[in-house]
């Protein structure tokens, strides 16, 4: 795994914001973002329910060439895709009473050096789960004027590693109307 010590940064860690107005749009952003993740990497998916977790962990997945069904782990805590001889692992810890669950399912197995690990709801699993090397934090845009109107999502991609960081300046340079 990654350095322990994972917010590498002196001072906030650096992000970049994107919108993402509907479906197509997180679908676009999975297959951009897809080929930058490497073995080794854990990403944080974080957001309420029905923000967009599971469509951007499936366009993860398709863009890389996985054509069977992507569902959420919500009931089995872990869903296992092997795609061009890397493991990837799809964990939602949404069901999590205790963080300790974690360790009592025996998870951190999973975190290795030969896999790519997408975590839901990391936060229900605290201190245990590994640090990420790139979050993901969804969130439902609104119009001001007109709350109930919701406006597809904003999502902030969070670096705390060095390879997470080399995913933020990828999407910067080739992801349309991005803002930092």
């Known amino acids: 795994m990654h350095n322990p010590d994972h917010n590498q940064f002196p001072v906030a860690p650096p992000m970049l914001t994107v919108r993402l107005p509907d479906e197509a749009a997180t679908t676009a952003l999975g297959h951009q973002l897809a080929p930058l993740l490497r073995?080794?990497?854990?990403?944080?998916?974080?957001g309420d329910l029905g923000a967009g977790k599971t469509t951007l962990s499936r366009a993860l997945?398709?863009?890389?060439?996985?054509?069977?069904?992507?569902?959420?782990?919500t009931y089995t805590l872990v869903e296992v895709y092997v795609v061009s001889s890397i493991y990837w692992y799809h964990f939602d810890f949404y069901r999590f009473n205790h963080p300790e669950e974690f360790e009592d399912a025996g998870?951190?197995?999973?975190?290795?050096d030969d896999?790519?690990?997408?975590?839901?709801?990391?936060e229900k699993a605290a201190g245990f789960v590994p640090q990420p090397d790139l979050a993901l934090v969804f969130r439902f845009a609104e119009n001001r004027?007109?709350?109930?109107?919701?406006?597809g999502?904003?999502?902030?991609?969070?670096?705390?590693?060095?390879?997470?960081?080399?995913c933020l300046s990828h999407l910067k340079n080739h992801w349309p109307a991005a803002a930092s």
């Not at 073995?39 to 974080?46: C, F, R, S």
């Not at 998870?107 to 290795?112: I, N, P």
């Not at 896999?115 to 990391?122: Q, R």
């Not at 999502?153 to 080399?166: F, S």
């Open 39 to 46: 073995p080794g990497m854990t990403v944080w998916l974080d």
């Open 153 to 166: 999502r904003e999502l902030d991609l969070v670096a705390y590693t060095e390879a997470g960081l080399q």
């Open 107 to 112: 998870l951190g197995e999973y975190f290795r």
């Open 61 to 73: 997945l398709r863009a890389l060439g996985h054509r069977g069904p992507v569902k959420s782990p």
């Open 145 to 151: 004027q007109n709350p109930p109107q919701s406006l």
């Open 115 to 122: 896999a790519v690990c997408l975590v839901e709801w990391p």
